[in-house]
């Protein structure tokens, strides 16, 4: 007998454990200056990549006018390092006067007047990782009062320079404090990745309620070993971590690379589909004024974005791990549609993978299969075996329909992996699967 889950109650429970303050219902997307442009302040000798007001108006620019932004690449985001190592006189934060000479404020407008939003760095602790001003447990409120004075759209919390007590009581306070702004703020939160990041000291059901995502791991790094690391280690813990997000709450394994300087053109595509299968927040750190077609081409896939941004919310699972090398992962998608990547570990040569979609547990009918990448359709009967040459450090991914002539029924899990873990009472404990 097949086990097959009703994704829908976990939609409908999704709702009442996020943060409400409306936002972010799916992955946020945009653009963080951290992993190209680092704590580069030397605006004298590099003017065009040192943390300033001019790199974030350039990028806002490329956003509005290069057709990011109406795929919903709208934040444009601070991390650290920009503001000044003094707090002003009444003691609240102030932005570097010489590389931010407009002020927060005046760069928020900037984003508001293209349609973009800003987003800004702060960290719980006395300092931030770059040795800036923190933000202790008596400074939330006029911290959080500040971001929204000037128009802020989002916050990332760091967490160096405190201990697991404050931040235990910092970051719930940070939440509170920027409701309580009346401004809705989007709130990622560093916690996870202080804690850790393993499970089970942290507590998913709580960061749901207070953070609209989260990083749970360490910084992800301009190379592929780095991805593949930060990758392995969301898939190793998908148990754990996939039932924590849905719309409003995302794990977050941290910015896009793409772009940049360390992965190939198959890496990076690999990075985009396993980002979109995990319900990723989707942060590009690049230099978009110079940015490569190619590095574009994956960037802008309308396909792979419209996957990742999937009003379900469910974050996906890795359902197969080969010994030929070959990875399948698995995302359920709305109106029972889903999307598949077979992804190769393998360093020597295009692989020829064999299966077909009753062999990934798809129930019986005839799929609609769109390849995200080369853009071919095809339909497909579950038994119908097929075969997908997949490249080293590369993926092929697809888009796969509900089966017709049937009701859309989604993939299902046997001992699983899946959707067991996906269904859950009104107390987050978790439900045994449905047989039908
Ligand atoms: C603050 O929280 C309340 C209750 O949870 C919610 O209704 C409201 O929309 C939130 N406001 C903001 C600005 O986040
Ligand atoms: C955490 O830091 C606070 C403030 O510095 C200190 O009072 C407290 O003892 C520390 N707690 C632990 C568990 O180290
Ligand atoms: C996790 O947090 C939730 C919500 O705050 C709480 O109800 C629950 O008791 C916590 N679980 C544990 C194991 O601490
Ligand atoms: C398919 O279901 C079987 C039996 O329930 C299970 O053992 C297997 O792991 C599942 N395979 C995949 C790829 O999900």
Same mark, same amino acid.
């Given at each position: 007998?097949?086990?097959v +889950?009703?994704?829908?109650?976990?939609?409908?429970?999704?709702?009442?454990?996020?943060?409400?303050?409306?936002?972010?219902?799916?992955?946020?997307? &945009?653009?963080?200056?951290w992993?190209?442009?680092?704590?580069?302040?030397?605006? /004298?000798?590099?003017p065009?990549?040192?943390i300033?007001?001019?790199?974030?108006?350039?990028? @806002?620019?490329?956003?509005?006018?290069?057709?990011?932004?109406?795929?919903?690449?709208?934040?444009?985001?601070?991390? /650290?390092?920009?503001?000044?190592?003094?707090?002003?006189?009444?003691?609240?934060?102030?932005?570097?006067?010489?590389?931010?000479?407009?002020?927060?404020?005046?760069?928020?407008?900037?984003?508001?007047?293209?349609?973009?939003?800003?987003g800004i760095?702060?960290?719980?602790?006395?300092?931030?990782? &770059?040795?800036?001003? $923190?933000?202790?447990?008596?400074?939330?409120?006029?911290?959080?009062?500040?971001?929204?004075?000037?128009?802020?759209?989002?916050?990332?919390?760091?967490?160096?320079?405190?201990?697991?007590?404050?931040q235990?009581?910092?970051y719930?306070?940070?939440?509170?404090?920027?409701?309580?702004?009346?401004?809705?703020?989007?709130y990622?939160?560093?916690?996870?990745?202080?804690?850790?990041?393993?499970?089970?000291?942290?507590?998913?059901?709580?960061?749901?309620?207070?953070?609209?995502?989260?990083?749970?791991?360490? /910084?992800?790094?301009?190379?592929?070993?780095? +991805?593949?690391?930060?990758?392995?280690?969301?898939?190793?813990?998908?148990?754990?971590?996939?039932?924590?997000?849905?719309?409003?709450?995302?794990?977050?394994? !941290?910015?896009? %690379?793409?772009?940049?300087?360390?992965?190939?053109?198959?890496?990076?595509?690999?990075? =985009?589909?396993?980002?979109?299968?995990?319900?990723?927040?989707?942060?590009?750190?690049?230099?978009?004024?110079?940015?490569?077609?190619?590095?574009?081409? *994956?960037?802008?896939?309308?396909?792979?974005?419209? *996957?990742?941004? /999937?009003?379900? $919310?469910?974050?996906? *699972?890795?359902?197969?791990?080969?010994?030929?090398? *070959?990875?399948?992962?698995?995302?359920?998608?709305?109106?029972?549609?889903?999307?598949? #990547?077979?992804?190769?570990?393998?360093? !020597?040569?295009?692989?020829r993978?064999?299966?077909?979609?009753?062999?990934?547990?798809?129930?019986?009918?005839?799929?609609? %299969?769109?390849?995200v990448?080369?853009?071919?359709?095809? @339909?497909?009967?579950d038994?119908?075996?097929? #075969?997908?040459?997949?490249?080293?450090? &590369?993926?092929v =991914?697809?888009? #796969?329909?509900?089966?017709?002539?049937?009701?859309?029924?989604?993939?299902?899990?046997?001992?699983?992996?899946?959707?067991?873990?996906?269904?859950?009472?009104?107390?987050?404990?978790?439900?045994?699967?449905?047989?039908?």
């Open positions: 007998m097949r086990v +889950v009703v994704f829908f109650t976990l939609a409908l429970c999704a709702a009442t454990w996020a943060l409400d303050n409306g936002l972010m219902r799916t992955p946020p997307m &945009g653009w963080l200056a992993e190209r442009f680092r704590c580069d302040i030397d605006c /004298d000798n590099d065009k990549n040192c300033s007001e001019q790199l974030f108006m350039d990028m @806002a620019d490329r956003l509005s006018e290069d057709g990011w932004r109406e795929l919903g690449y709208v934040y444009v985001n601070i991390d /650290d390092c920009w503001s000044s190592m003094k707090r002003d006189a009444q003691g609240r934060l102030q932005a570097d006067p010489k590389r931010f000479p407009g002020g927060i404020a005046k760069l928020a407008r900037y984003m508001h007047d293209r349609g973009l939003k800003l760095y702060g960290d719980m602790g006395t300092h931030t990782c &770059g040795g800036y001003p $923190g933000t202790t447990l008596d400074t939330i409120t006029l911290d959080a009062q500040t971001f929204a004075d000037w128009e802020v759209d989002m916050l990332k919390f760091d967490g160096c320079y405190s201990n697991a007590t404050e235990a009581q910092g719930p306070s940070m939440s509170k404090a920027l409701n309580a702004t009346g401004r809705p703020i989007g990622s939160c560093s916690w996870p990745a202080y804690q850790g990041g393993l499970p089970p000291k942290v507590n998913y059901t709580e960061l749901g309620q207070i953070c609209n995502l989260w990083r749970n791991y360490g /910084d992800i790094e301009d190379s592929w070993g780095s +991805v593949l690391s930060v990758a392995d280690w969301f898939f190793e813990n998908q148990d754990i971590l996939a039932p924590a997000a849905g719309p409003g709450r995302w794990n977050d394994p !941290d910015m896009l %690379v793409i772009g940049d300087f360390g992965l190939s053109m198959d890496q990076s595509r690999s990075q =985009m589909a396993m980002w979109a299968v995990m319900a990723a927040p989707l942060f590009m750190s690049n230099d978009l004024r110079t940015i490569s077609s190619g590095a574009r081409t *994956i960037l802008q896939n309308k396909m792979l974005i419209g *996957i990742n941004q /999937d009003p379900l $919310g469910v974050q996906g *699972i890795r359902i197969l791990k080969e010994k030929s090398g *070959i990875e399948v992962f698995w995302r359920p998608l709305s109106a029972g549609a889903s999307a598949l #990547v077979f992804f190769s570990r393998r360093t !020597d040569m295009p692989y993978y064999q299966s077909a979609l009753s062999k990934l547990n798809y129930t019986s009918g005839r799929y609609q %299969v769109h390849d990448f080369s853009g071919k359709t095809d @339909a497909l009967k038994s119908t075996p097929f #075969v997908v040459s997949v490249n080293p450090s &590369g993926v =991914m697809w888009h #796969v329909s509900a089966p017709a002539a049937d009701k859309p029924r989604l993939h299902t899990g046997g001992k699983l992996r899946g959707p067991a873990y996906y269904r859950h009472d009104d107390n987050n404990n978790d439900l045994p699967p449905a047989f039908l």
